[in-house]
C-alpha cells in the first residue's frame, strides 16, 4: 500500500484555537506551530513550556495541556 494524500488542509480535529490575553484576538494554530520554551526559578530547575507567538501583538500566547 502506497501513502496518499487524500486532503491537503489540516483535518478539524487537529486545529486548536486560543484567544491572547494581552491583545483579546482569536488565533487558530496546529501541532506544529507550537513552540517550546524555558523558565527557571530561584533554585535553578527548569520547566519547559509550550506557546505560540500572537500575529498581533507579538506576545507569547501560552498552551496549555499540551
Do not use: R, W
Amino acid at each position: 500500500m502506497t501513502v496518499k494524500i487524500i486532503d491537503e488542509g489540516p483535518d478539524p480535529s487537529v486545529v486548536k484555537q486560543i484567544i491572547c490575553k494581552n491583545c483579546g484576538v482569536k488565533l487558530e494554530y496546529l501541532p506544529v506551530d507550537i513552540l517550546d520554551g524555558t523558565t527557571s526559578d530561584y533554585t535553578g530547575s527548569k520547566d519547559i513550556y509550550h506557546y505560540i507567538n500572537c500575529l498581533k501583538c507579538n506576545k507569547e500566547v501560552i498552551i496549555k495541556g499540551y
